[in-house]
C-alpha cells in the first residue's frame, strides 16, 4: 500500500488507524495521522462529519 504524504508538514506519511464503534462494528481507516511526531496531523470521520487537525488522544470538544 502507498502511504500518502502528509500535507501539512510534507515530511511524514498519514497512515490508517481503524477503531471500534459503540455497538462493536469495525471502523477500517477511522482515522488517517501522519508519522512525524512534530507534526501529528490528523483527519478522521466522526459520526459522518469529516474532521481534521487534532492529534491522537486529544479529546473531542465537549468530551470529558
Not at 510534507?10 to 462493536?24: E, I
Request: proline content about 9%; aromatic content about 6%.
Amino acid at each position: 500500500m502507498d502511504l500518502p504524504q502528509c500535507r501539512k508538514c510534507h515530511q511524514g506519511l498519514l497512515v490508517p488507524l481503524s477503531d471500534f464503534g459503540p455497538r462493536g462494528a469495525a471502523l477500517p481507516y477511522k482515522v488517517w495521522s501522519c508519522i512525524n511526531p512534530k507534526c501529528g496531523f490528523t483527519i478522521r470521520i466522526d459520526k459522518g462529519v469529516i474532521i481534521h487537525g487534532m492529534r491522537v488522544g486529544e479529546p473531542k470538544r465537549g468530551d470529558h
